[in-house]
């Protein structure tokens, strides 16, 4: 193995334990837990909005939008709360040991290297959806200015424009942002058959509302790439899923290891395992 890293692959047996104390010097904290006693507090407070609203302010004078508000607040609470409550369960897995598939530990420069690939390869996928939103949008702007000719025509134009101005820089943070955190950070991932924790973020697709869509091997690039998503509301009522793609650099050595996970997270996967032959005709 490259003496640039440290990993500690492991190969999964049903109900192993790995002792993160000893493969893990330094464990993160559990976070997620915080965040449920906070979430819950909120809840709290939506129930402390309706009393008020009902034993201490009048309806005409307030309260009935302190009631209102905590009719929606306090459900708010109890939902946020029971996502962080999964999201915290998955940590504790993670940091417990329980069916954890790998830990790995990578050299600064590597890890480095390895977020600048990252990054470009987001600015290029970032980037095509922003042409494909800029053309649609200044398309549509022009062909209403050349059909109605008037001052309507050319403010919506401007408001189009601005919509793709937006649009760029939320394109540009939106894979800037995760690069500038993997560049500041220590470059430690642990996977599990839960979730993973990769240089400080979590991500679960166990627990309520969460599912994982696939895992595949890039054995040529050295990637390790899971997908996974979350049931999320869109507006008022339509439901729909939120993805995320986790991109992990496989250590020089470990990718035994990568394929045994591969074949343990493939095993629950909705798409299963996707297959360089199958990412390559996506593509």
Not at 155 to 161: D, S
Not at 199 to 221: F, T
Not at 238 to 266: F, W
Request: aromatic share 8%.
């Amino acid at each position: 193995m490259d003496s640039a890293y440290r990993a500690e692959g492991v190969t999964y047996r049903e109900g192993q334990v790995l002792d993160m104390a000893t493969a893990v010097p330094e464990l993160p904290r559990n976070t997620q837990r915080r965040n449920v006693v906070i979430s819950i507090a909120v809840a709290c407070g939506g129930i402390a909005m309706v009393l008020a609203g009902v034993y201490a302010v009048d309806i005409i004078e307030g309260g009935g939008a302190l009631i209102f508000g905590g009719l929606v607040v306090f459900p708010t609470g109890l939902i946020v709360s029971r996502l962080f409550v999964s999201r915290a369960r998955v940590m504790d897995d993670l940091l417990s040991g329980r069916g954890v598939l790998a830990s790995w530990a990578y050299d600064p420069a590597q890890w480095r290297q390895a977020a600048e690939k990252e990054f470009k390869e987001a600015k290029g996928e970032k980037g095509a959806l922003f042409l494909l939103v800029a053309a649609t949008a200044i398309g549509l702007g022009l062909l209403l200015v050349i059909s109605e000719r008037n001052e309507a025509a050319v403010w919506t134009f401007g408001i189009l424009m601005g919509v793709v101005a937006i649009v760029a820089v939320a394109a540009w943070l939106s894979a800037w942002l995760p690069y500038r955190h993997a560049q500041r950070g220590v470059g430690r991932t642990i996977i599990a058959l839960s979730g993973a924790y990769v240089n400080g973020q979590l991500h679960s697709w166990r627990g309520w509302g969460a599912r994982l869509e696939g895992v595949e091997y890039r054995r040529r690039r050295g990637l390790l790439v899971i997908t996974h998503s979350i049931l999320m509301l869109y507006g008022r009522a339509v439901p729909g899923r939120n993805y995320t793609t986790v991109r992990v650099p496989v250590p020089p050595g470990e990718e035994q290891t990568a394929e045994g996970i591969v074949t343990q997270l493939g095993r629950e996967a909705r798409h299963g395992i996707v297959t360089e032959d199958e990412e390559a005709q996506q593509g």
